[in-house]
Each structure stands twice: as structure tokens, then as C-alpha cells.
């Protein structure tokens, strides 16, 4: 697909990103309401600057999550800027965008790796349970469940990679 | 070391970069990585993924994935729709221009107006006209855009390189040869604005775009099976 500049390339782009989209920012924005806003004033934005996207600099994906991230910068100082009515209690805490980008990637990669590895990620390093007691629980010996967080991480990187990213 | 257990040395890496082996297996896993390149290197290639690992919060890697509600891209492509039409006329003449640009540079001026129709019957609207005058002079240039419209038509025209000061008066015909005045404007040299105005004909009605300008007139059809459509100095009507 070259530049984003037909109605259809908009509803192709959406059927295949919408999801990551919204799923970022919702983590980042706390909010669905928000997030929906987000999300359409990303593919309005894209819409009006179809004309210069070029695939052969990167990938859509990676253009749309670069305007996601500029709105919602700007949704979040639309948001700071409102005057607050005395609250109790701490403000909860804003994570730096950069970080709950990269946060909501690791997520969404541990989402998308095999189940079993998931689960065995997620109970042993996660919740820091035994590995004997997780091999009992799922009924395997305690070597495979070496071997799952190993082919977990592997899983994982690819995953990351897929998603841009390097280290 | 053989190829067997080579490879239970290397299924440890991923609890070894996750920092998560008991004390006597971390130190029987880093004595063979002291001698073992092979295993170092897979050994970074997981500490990479290792050290983001705490970014991420297991209740939300378990919650189901937020999905955006059904509705949205619907209403996305809604919007756009809206904004195309809307502004659907500016980007195609921005296209436009591109290839008009260079024989007109030197008079690089530019009126652009809108002409109003004298009402006609109505019909079915049809998809917006781009119109571009073929045969004339050097260094003139006119292009139109005609947009139907439930009320009507909308016209634009983008003249350049006549006479500043000139009168022109712009007219439509239908099929049957009949003249209809659109109205007129003046020519002024350096201005650049666009203005729109509506009328009650319909685009469909339409078969030739003209513009007397000066003593001279131009003419271009309207062609409903191409965008773009080259036109014809027909002389003074």
C-alpha cells in the first residue's frame, strides 16, 4: 500500500491496527473514553497527512503509532490543563509515555506468545512461585518447565522484534 | 561437552537471565557459560527481553485485551467521509496545480471564484467535475472545479496569466446549446483568494464550461466519464 490517501486505504488501515492502537491507548490514557477519542484522531491525522507517508521510510504501523503517540501528548495536556476540583487523596502517578509505550508492547507480546509459556512466565517469574510447585500444578516435570520460560523469552523476543523493537 | 547436554545448559539460560535459579544452579550455569561462547551469546540475546520483563504487569497481560467499541471505525470513516467532501475540492486542486504550475510561473496570479447559475431543473447529482481549458495562449491557464450539490452546483475557477483589471464572465451551456450566465468577476493581478458561490443547476445538466474573458472566450467540456478534461478555445461566441 503506498501513501494514505483513499478512503479505502483509511478502512484497511484500521481493520489491521485499530486494535494495537486502541489497546495502547487505553494503557497509556487510562481511560476508554479517552482512549476511542485517541484513536480517531489518529486515522483523522493520518487521513490528512496521507499524502506523506511513505512506505518505503517504515512501516505504517510504526507511522500511526507515532501519531497516536503526539495525540495522546496532546490529550494528556488537554487533560492536565483542566482545572482539577479539590480531590482527596495522591494524584496517581503518570507514567512517562516512552516507558508505557514500551510497557504496553511487552504486554501485548506476553499476550500474544503461546499459552504455555505464558502461563509458566507469568506464575514463575511474575509471581515468583517455585518451579517445582508450578510443574506440580500443571502437572509436567519441573525440566519443562525450565524449558517453557526459556522458549518463553525466545517467543517473547521475536514477538518484540515483529513489533520494532532492538536492543 | 556433547550436543544433550549442551542443551540443558542452554534451556537454563531463560531462568539464569530472569534471575530466577537457585543459588548452586546459578553457579554450575555461569562456570559452563565462562567456557561456552555459544551460550553466552544466547545468554544476551535473552537479558535484552529479561530486563523489560518488569515494565509489564501481570494483571494486565491476563486482562483481556482492550478492544475498541464496534462502532468506531464506522464512525472514523463517518468523519473522513464528511471532511473529504468537504474539503475534497482543496486537495484535488492542490494536485491540480502541480501540473499547471510551470507555464504560468512567470504571471504566477490567481483568481478564483465562485459563479453562480441561474436556477434549472433538478436532476441527479453527479460526482464532482474537474475541468481544465486546453488551447490557450501561452502563459494563460483556467481550470474549474464543479462540485454538485443537492441545491445545486458549485463552481470554482482558478484563472491565471490574463491581464490584470480583465473582465470575465463566466456561463454554462446544456445540451441543447442554451447559455446560461454564471456571472462575472475581474481579474486582478496578484490576487490569490478563493470564493465560492452556489447555484441551483444541476451539475448534471451541464455539457460546457466557458469564460468570456476580454474580447476573447474559452470553452471546455464537461465531461462526466473522465476527472480531468481537456477543453477548446472555440473563439468569440
Not at chain 1, 500474544?112 to 517455585?130: K, S
Not at chain 1, 521475536?158 to 532492538?166: A, R, S
Not at chain 2, 446549446?177 to 443547476?201: D, H, K, P, V
Request: hydrophobic share 45%; with cysteine.
Amino acid at each position: 500500500m503506498g501513501a494514505l490517501t483513499r478512503e479505502r486505504d483509511v478502512r484497511e488501515a484500521y481493520a489491521a491496527h485499530s486494535g494495537e492502537l486502541y489497546g495502547f491507548a487505553v494503557r497509556s490514557l487510562g481511560d476508554a473514553g479517552l482512549a476511542e477519542e485517541a484513536v480517531q484522531e489518529t486515522f483523522l491525522r493520518a487521513w490528512r497527512a496521507g499524502e506523506r507517508f511513505d512506505p518505503e521510510i517504515g512501516s505504517l504501523r510504526t507511522w500511526l503509532f507515532a501519531i497516536l503517540r503526539n495525540v495522546v501528548i496532546d490529550l494528556g495536556r488537554a487533560r492536565a490543563a483542566r482545572p482539577r476540583v479539590a480531590e482527596g487523596g495522591v494524584e496517581p502517578s503518570v507514567e512517562p509515555l516512552e516507558q508505557a509505550l514500551l510497557a504496553w508492547q511487552v504486554e501485548e507480546a506476553m499476550r500474544r506468545i503461546g499459552e504455555d509459556h505464558r502461563r509458566v512466565l507469568l506464575e514463575t517469574h511474575f509471581r515468583a512461585r517455585p518451579y517445582a510447585e508450578v510443574a506440580e500444578e500443571l502437572g509436567v516435570p519441573e525440566g519443562t518447565i525450565k524449558s517453557r520460560v526459556y522458549y518463553g523469552l525466545r517467543a517473547l523476543r521475536v514477538v518484540l522484534e515483529e513489533m520494532g523493537y532492538e536492543d | 561437552m556433547r550436543t544433550e547436554d549442551h542443551r540443558d545448559w542452554k534451556l537454563s539460560l531463560g531462568a539464569y537471565a530472569l534471575g530466577d535459579l537457585p543459588a548452586d544452579e546459578r553457579a554450575a550455569v555461569a562456570a559452563h557459560l565462562e567456557g561456552c561462547e555459544e551460550c553466552r551469546a544466547e545468554l544476551r540475546s535473552l537479558e535484552g527481553v529479561a530486563a523489560l520483563l518488569p515494565l509489564a504487569d501481570p494483571d494486565r497481560i491476563e486482562a483481556p485485551a482492550a478492544r475498541p467499541p464496534a462502532d468506531l471505525g464506522a464512525r472514523i470513516e463517518a468523519q473522513i467521509a464528511a471532511e473529504s467532501a468537504r474539503e475534497g475540492r482543496v486537495r484535488r486542486r492542490r494536485r491540480f496545480r502541480l501540473g499547471v504550475g510551470g507555464a504560468v510561473a512567470a504571471a504566477a496570479v490567481a483568481a478564483v471564484l465562485a459563479i453562480a447559475i441561474l436556477p434549472l431543473g433538478g436532476g441527479e447529482s453527479s460526482p464532482a467535475q474537474e475541468v481544465k481549458f486546453a488551447s490557450l495562449p501561452k502563459g494563460v491557464s483556467i481550470d474549474a472545479t464543479l462540485e454538485p450539490h443537492a441545491f445545486g452546483t458549485e463552481i470554482e475557477m482558478y484563472v491565471s496569466g490574463v491581464r490584470s483589471g480583465t473582465l470575465c464572465r463566466v456561463f454554462l451551456r446544456d445540451a441543447q446549446g442554451r447559455t446560461y450566465s454564471a456571472g462575472s468577476f475581474r481579474y486582478r493581478w496578484g490576487e490569490n483568494s478563493q470564493a465560492r458561490l452556489s447555484s441551483a443547476l444541476d451539475l448534471s445538466q451541464a455539457k460546457q464550461i466557458g469564460v468570456h474573458a476580454g474580447n476573447r472566450t474559452f470553452t471546455a467540456p464537461v465531461d462526466r466519464a473522465t476527472a480531468l478534461v481537456g477543453g477548446a478555445d472555440i473563439g468569440a461566441t
